[in-house]
């Protein structure tokens, strides 16, 4: 059984930075593209960035320069560093994994709360 668990969310002010991190078990990080994405209040999720078997990256336009996404695959963790949020950025972060191939993801974690004060 796989499963993705996040970590690392909380309350930051505008202009600070966190780093969330997501621990998969039950598959190796490579087999999987994995796939960061966000939910705000109101507002349906969207896709936040995304770094794929190769390691390559690619981010949504609102983050881009400002968020990274890394990979430990010792760890079998990828981590989303964020830099420089504002409160556009506050919402549920979840990440997710996707097998080799495939256009849906498989895998969804359970989300971690990001919120960013004015």
């Known amino acids: 059984q796989v499963q993705l668990v996040e970590s690392g969310g909380g309350l930051v002010e505008d202009g600070g930075s966190l780093r969330l991190s997501c621990v998969v078990s039950g598959r190796t990080l490579g087999t999987l593209d994995m796939g960061w994405f966000r939910q705000a209040p109101g507002k349906d999720r969207e896709f936040v960035g995304i770094i794929r078997r190769s390691g390559g990256t690619t981010y949504a336009d609102s983050v881009k320069g400002r968020f990274t996404i890394s990979r430990e695959t010792a760890k079998n963790t990828v981590y989303l560093q964020m830099n420089s949020l504002n409160p556009l950025d506050t919402a549920v972060y979840y990440c997710?994994?996707?097998?080799?191939?495939?256009?849906?993801?498989?895998?969804w974690g359970q989300g971690t709360q990001v919120t960013v004060s004015s």
């Open positions: 997710a994994g996707r097998r080799w191939g495939l256009n849906d993801y498989d895998y």
